[in-house]
């Protein structure tokens, strides 16, 4: 029998012999009912956490992915409430965007690198061995160099940032950093004391650097890798390898000043040590907006001590989901169409993708308006060149001390 659409479960009917009313005869119904009763009714309320009641053992499919930043959009509870309508699951490992890419990924149904360069090593290696992978770009999310406001304003007051809307903003959150200065501070090995960070109550004898994670593992490692090398170069990108040879002894020294963590260090940066571990650290935009929104939240006020440098140039990561298996293609539809999950990614600070793959900024742009969160400033669409894939990867292993993913068909060097 069915109720609209959905089909309804029919109480068991069992056939009891009667007999006297005795107190074991009950015992004996009971024994034999209530399993068969507890199975019915644990079946009609699987309940979806969306608060819809899922028809008695449909099934729900888990699916496997392998990611690092982006796990946050799948262990997210909203994003887990609408899945479940879709009747699936998501099970996530984490691990650099880089790691990935380079390790064995034939048990999942899906990987999420955070970037091109990640995406792009996945996505040829499958090819080259006949795989099926499908990609789907459902959002963007800039590269962002994090910090305090102590280190932000010392930076201002060497012109090396500016407040992003003018010069006149009290206690900005946003910054737009000049890459090239911060660079020349770095070569020359100046000291935070050196740029009178005390003048706002900070002592720090270390080195001016941004702290990157591992560039042998992570996206975003790799990513300020290329905008290093890019503003090194003057805007040039390496075509051969020696080329990138050179330019990737030329950059090392501006990534692992202060070692290469392999962890995420967003976690570290929102900690109440973070300040005293790494003052600048690498991170991307969409963590910190979710910060501020969940800050927001709780606290009734946003976290002024933590702010952002953008640096110009800039980059815009792509986060690439890339599916290895029929599911993990419904899966990759939906979290690029369904709007419930793309509003929810903008809650989470993603910048979404409208179906041309333009950024639909607007949509971000009222959400932090409605909770009184300032809206950063994007340098239009200005995107650093990245080099070839195999130059690259000879970039990252020179800096990381790793070896090369891909080799450049044909270059000796």
Sequence with gaps: MTVGQRPVVEEPRLAIQRRSSSLGSRRRFLAAFLPLLAAVLTGVAVLGISGNILVPFERVTTLEGKMASKRDFFEDEEVQRILMKYHLRVHTTSSGSREVAIRDIASYDFVFPSGQPAGDLITTQRAAKGRYAKVHRP????????????????????????????????????????MKVFLGLIEEGRKWQDLKIEDHGVTNGNKVLAQTPDVCGTNSGVTYLALVAFT??????????????????DIKPFLTGQGLPPDDLFRTYTSPEGKGIGPVVVAYEHQYLAYQAQFQAHAGKL????????????????????????????????????????????????????????????????????????????????????PRLALLERMISIVGDCPPAVAEPGDRG
Excluded: N
């Excluded at 293609?329 to 910048?351: K, N, Q, V």
């Design 303 to 386: 976290d002024a001590d933590r702010v952002l440098l953008y640096p110009s140039p800039q980059f815009v990561t792509q986060p690439q989901y890339i599916a290895l298996t029929r599911a993990g293609d419904r899966l990759g539809e939906l979290i690029t169409h369904d709007p419930e999950l793309r509003s929810r990614a903008m809650e989470l600070g993603f910048r979404i993708l409208d179906p041309t793959g333009k950024v639909a900024g607007d949509q971000l742009t009222r959400f932090l308006e409605e909770r009184e969160i300032p809206v950063p400033e994007m340098a239009g669409d200005t995107r650093s060149a990245m």
């Design 232 to 249: 090194r170069s003057d805007g040039d990108v390496p075509d051969t390898g020696k080329e990138a040879d050179t330019l990737g002894r």
């Design 139 to 178: 959002f963007v999310s800039p590269i962002v160099l994090a910090t305090y406001r102590e280190y932000a304003e010392t930076l201002r007051d060497r012109g090396v940032a500016a407040p992003q809307g003018g010069t006149g903003q009290d206690r900005p959150l946003y910054y737009t950093l000049d």
